[in-house]
């Protein structure tokens, strides 16, 4: 057995002896610390991978928001122009009437102008002076009608038709009636009358409730008293005459 021969040499050598214990480690207990670490390390990726998809589905939650907020805005605006645009078509752009005002202002013309080439007609072809008197009433009356109502379609931006044309209203009954004459001519035109001015007052009272230019409204309530007046006249024109054919016989 060595023997230290000095006190101070054996004090070093359990000094190397324990140096050499604590450096050493246990295999078993490093490779658990190192899975451990290992696995810890994993765990903090995983998580911080897991709060990167959060942080990645979030952004695309907010971004399909964003999307769906702008594709409704857009959905929304273009509804509003189609509304817009449907507005816009049910009026005229070139007479500023709507599309139903449109089409009675041109009928209620083209009917004024026929109304005043049968009155006169009438003070060519007639012969009881009671039917000259009321045919040129309807000259008059209607020329200024036709007047008034020129001057609002022009004030719309609407061109009146054409005077020398000849009218949508015409028909048979008209070129009958310019082929006769004296008593004959007399009876068919007067009847003629109480049948058209019972259609005009019927169409203009209608048009009265419905029309939504206010200038053509108030047009069309002034000109219904004389439609009336024209109307009830006819009809009296008409009984005078089966009377007279019924004395007559």
């Known amino acids: 057995m060595?023997?230290?021969?000095?006190?101070?040499?054996?004090?070093?050598?359990?000094?190397?002896?324990?140096?050499?214990?604590?450096?050493?480690?246990?295999?078993?207990?490093?490779?658990?610390?190192?899975?451990?670490?290992?696995?810890?390390?994993?765990?903090?990726?995983?998580q911080s991978g897991q709060s990167q998809s959060g942080q990645s589905q979030s952004g695309r939650s907010q971004s399909g928001s964003?999307?769906?907020?702008?594709?409704?805005?857009?959905?929304?605006?273009?509804?509003h122009g189609k509304r817009s645009q449907g507005s816009a078509d049910r009026m005229n752009t070139s007479g500023g009437f709507s599309s139903s005002d449109r089409a009675f202002v041109m009928t209620a013309a083209e009917g004024g102008m026929k109304e005043v080439q049968m009155g006169q007609m009438a003070l060519e072809k007639a012969q009881d002076p009671a039917v000259k008197s009321y045919a040129q009433k309807l000259v008059d009356d209607h020329t200024r009608a036709n007047q008034e109502l020129t001057s609002l379609?022009?004030?719309?931006?609407?061109?009146?038709?054409?005077?020398?044309?000849?009218?949508?209203?015409?028909?048979?009954?008209?070129?009958?009636?310019?082929?006769?004459?004296?008593?004959?001519?007399?009876?068919?035109?007067?009847?003629?009358m109480v049948q058209d001015h019972q259609k005009d007052v019927r169409e203009f009272q209608?048009?009265?409730?419905?029309?939504?230019?206010?200038?053509?409204?108030?047009?069309?309530?002034k000109t219904i008293p004389v439609l009336q007046d024209h109307l009830r006249q006819a009809q009296q024109l008409q009984s005078t005459m089966k009377g007279n054919s019924s004395n007559s016989k």
């Open 66 to 79: 964003q999307t769906g907020s702008t594709g409704s805005q857009d959905s929304g605006s273009t509804r």
């Open 153 to 192: 379609m022009q004030s719309k931006g609407l061109d009146s038709p054409d005077k020398t044309a000849p009218t949508k209203q015409s028909n048979t009954s008209d070129m009958h009636m310019s082929s006769m004459n004296g008593t004959s001519f007399d009876r068919s035109w007067v009847h003629y």
């Open 2 to 46: 060595f023997r230290f021969k000095s006190p101070w040499a054996l004090a070093a050598c359990m000094a190397v002896a324990a140096g050499l214990g604590m450096g050493q480690t246990d295999p078993s207990r490093s490779g658990t610390q190192s899975q451990g670490q290992s696995t810890q390390s994993q765990s903090g990726q995983s």
């Open 206 to 221: 209608q048009e009265a409730k419905r029309a939504q230019d206010p200038e053509l409204k108030a047009w069309i309530e």
